[in-house]
T-cell receptor
């Protein structure tokens, strides 16, 4: 069974810092990996999706990388802003039978002015 | 519709009551997922529909949980004889393609229904 771990569980940083959020998974037979943002009391918003054949995806100040063989993905946030404060979740879609996305517990990020 | 819509937004139930949670996916989306999210946890998979077919219900925690999508659009998650451990946020997500999930389509989530069982 796929297990997804996100480190750190929580992070508090001053505005302007560059951040790295980590996601690791136990089964490297994946179809894709997706990063989401969740604001308090809200649903999830998709940020980036990396297919298994890709190494990274970029959108604005966000860059996500994927190293399938080592079971790792990182989400890099450049020049963080208070509006980036949210919980960030990664979801791994396996390719070994079940194509259901499995989520980590998320990293709770606070960016203070 | 513009996005995935879920109702009610909040539901308080007395232990033992039955509840029904509704999900209205993005128009034309083939795939529909239900997830359960406990406080401070990531979403846990409950069930998956491709059109009206329920292809995977392996995540439903007990036979008190039942989901349907009779016309391949709106879906309802029903919980019978609610228990306190059912208290959670229930999230619905949809995506454009089906193929049993073998796609690289993004998932779009609703805002969820927060269920509190007293």
């Amino acid at each position: 069974k796929q297990e997804v771990t996100q480190i750190p569980a929580a992070l508090s940083v001053p505005e302007g810092e560059n951040l790295v959020l980590n996601c690791s998974f136990t089964d490297s037979a994946i179809y894709n990996l997706q990063w989401f943002r969740q604001d308090p009391g809200k649903g999830l918003t998709s940020l980036l999706l990396i297919q298994s054949s890709q190494r990274e995806q970029t959108s604005g100040r966000l860059n996500a990388s994927l190293d399938k063989s080592s079971g790792r993905s990182t989400l890099y946030i450049a020049a963080s802003q208070p509006g980036d404060s949210a919980t960030y979740l990664c979801a791994v879609k396996g390719s070994g039978g079940s194509y259901i996305p499995t989520f980590g517990r998320g990293t709770s990020l606070i960016v203070h002015p | 519709g513009a996005g995935v819509s879920q109702s009610p937004r909040y539901k308080v139930a007395k232990r033992g009551q039955d509840v029904a949670l509704r999900c209205d996916p993005i128009s034309g989306h083939v795939s529909l997922f239900w997830y359960q999210q406990a406080l401070g946890q990531g979403p846990e998979f409950l069930t998956y529909f491709q059109n009206e077919a329920q292809l995977d219900k392996s995540g439903l925690p007990s036979d008190r949980f039942f989901a349907e999508r009779p016309e391949g659009s709106v879906s309802t998650l029903k919980i019978q004889r609610t228990q306190q451990e059912d208290s959670a946020v229930y999230l619905c997500a949809s995506s454009a393609a089906g193929s049993g999930g073998k796609t690289n389509e993004k998932l779009f989530f609703g805002s969820g229904t927060q269920l509190s069982v007293l």
